[in-house]
């Protein structure tokens, strides 16, 4: 694939992610995942971030119920929402019950909910936008993560890339969920910057 524009791929395939189009030909089992993970975050999972994006403002409604609060949070994605069900199921998952509450609680009791939106409404770039990141980088791809980035395109996005690791677990919230393996990926990744 050449001409890498969002999220690895030409800006005609992005396009085709969003509408729901064919799968670029001669891609590998991992671009392949990747596409597919994609495709369903575009076509079925970014509904939130288009809200937060377009109109923060009607959230508020968050703030005035705790319940509520804790459904938007939990279930935003499904992946990470399947992982918390594991956790309340008595699954370990680097997670407790009790972080999932703490996590929900620290929104509710600081009533930043709606500010941590902001986000969405204050960034003019589009998902998964880098191109040509011209500094040293490194990139820990969790295969929960909205998408598993393949080495083949975080290499095209990041030309200077000093490290890259697929692992095991964990996903869109890895340092809540994983942090060991997140501080020990850092570490690695790092380590030739001493």
């Known amino acids: 694939m050449v001409d890498v524009d969002v999220d690895g791929v030409r800006v005609d395939d992005a396009a085709a992610l969003a509408t729901g189009g064919e799968a670029p030909s001669g891609l590998s089992d991992e671009e392949t995942r990747a596409w597919e993970q994609l495709h369903f975050l575009y076509t079925k999972g970014i509904g939130y971030a288009t809200e937060m994006n377009l109109r923060p403002q009607t959230l508020y409604a968050l703030a005035d119920s705790p319940v509520g609060l804790a459904a938007w949070m939990l279930d935003h994605d ?8 594991r956790v309340f199921d008595g699954q370990p998952e680097g997670l407790t019950r009790d972080d ?4 929900v609680t620290l929104y509710w009791v600081t009533n930043t909910t709606i500010s941590s939106a902001r986000l969405y409404w204050e960034s003019h770039l589009a998902f998964f936008a880098p191109k040509n990141v011209p500094i040293p980088a490194a990139v820990s791809a969790f295969p929960e993560e909205l998408y598993q980035a393949p080495r083949s395109w975080t290499e095209k996005a990041y030309p200077k890339l000093i490290y890259y690791n697929k692992l095991a677990k964990g996903g869109h919230f890895a340092a809540w969920e994983q942090p060991g393996l997140l501080v020990t990926d850092l570490r690695a990744a790092f380590k030739s910057l001493r």
């Open 78 to 85: 499904a992946r990470s929402y399947a992982l918390i069900a």
């Open 100 to 103: 999932i509450l703490d996590n």
